[in-house]
């Protein structure tokens, strides 16, 4: 077991409640799977998903990706993403720590850099998995241990986060990091758009409108908006619409024709189908779920 592995156990036996957990440093989170799970859909942030022990693949688009202890996947985008942890036991848990990312900061330390990358132009990938170890793996490794310290995660946690955006930018995959970073070039008026459609993801947001937004034409952007996200701007607005109906059903036990209707669906029917084509069942399934959970009022 590796250091990092033995430190991010040490952390989850400590606490209370079960993964995911959210740590005193903002924007770090640990995960730990004593058992391989069921897939599941997510929406993927920005991130450093570094593996420690175990095993996950995750799906963005019609792109699968594996990565295990030793590994990292990269997030340069806001994504839906269907995910498994698909290697973990009791005695030998899934352990992954996320490090979201900060692209303010990654321009910070790009503008300091004396050889700062040059970002990737074109059709770059937004989703990647990297080999994780050396100074990178290091950082990981002292933000685990800062959190025996509490007293010290403010002054410090900031500049291990730091350290980390300027390996990744000073390693093979720079450009790639850089891309996002960087606020003038194609790839970041993409993501405005993409930004655009995520806040707006209810409405009848049309292509054009969307690419007006990236200052692209209606091919480049589709194209563009695809290698980013490996996803069209439709399917991209479809999921979002399921995830955050799902949301809803689930957490605010609100019933399937009413959450079709908040995230933008005119017809409940459709709603079903698409639903039960993403999730695997119709959404009575969550709802009759949410229904359980409710607690039931007392009778005096």
Not at 168 to 188: K, Q, V, Y
Request: proline share 6%; with cysteine.
């Amino acid at each position: 077991m590796s250091n990092l592995a033995k430190a991010i156990l040490r952390y989850t036996q400590r606490q209370p409640g079960t993964s995911p957990y959210e740590t005193a440093i903002d924007g770090v989170f640990i995960l730990r799977s004593d058992h391989p799970k069921p897939p599941s859909y997510r929406l993927a942030s920005p991130a450093l998903c570094i593996v420690a022990q175990g095993a996950k693949w995750a799906t963005f688009g019609g792109s699968r990706l594996e990565y295990r202890a030793g590994q990292a996947l990269v997030v340069g985008v806001e994504t839906p993403s269907l995910g498994r942890v698909f290697e973990a036991q009791p005695d030998k848990p899934c352990l992954v720590l996320i490090v979201e990312f900060d692209l303010g900061l990654m321009r910070s330390v790009i503008e300091q850099m004396t050889s700062p990358p040059k970002a990737i132009a074109g059709n770059g990938r937004s989703v990647f998995v990297t080999d994780f170890g050396g100074a990178l793996a290091d950082c990981a490794l002292r933000l685990v241990r800062l959190l025996d310290t509490p007293d010290a995660i403010r002054t410090i946690a900031p500049l291990v986060i730091r350290e980390m955006c300027y390996w990744l930018l000073a390693g093979a995959h720079g450009g790639e990091m850089a891309r996002f970073a960087f606020t003038d070039g194609p790839s970041h008026r993409v993501l405005q758009a993409i930004q655009s459609l995520r806040q707006r993801y209810a409405d009848a947001v049309h292509i054009d409108e969307l690419a007006s937004v990236a200052q692209l034409s209606r091919s480049a952007f589709h194209r563009q908006f695809k290698a980013l996200t490996s996803l069209t701007p439709v399917q991209y607005q479809k999921q979002l619409r399921l995830l955050e109906a799902r949301r809803l059903m689930l957490s605010q036990s609100l019933g399937a024709e009413a959450a079709a209707f908040a995230v933008g669906y005119e017809s409940a029917s459709q709603f079903s189908r698409e639903y039960a084509r993403m999730f695997g069942a119709p959404p009575k399934r969550d709802t009759s779920i949410a229904n359980k959970k409710r607690p039931r009022a007392s009778v005096a």
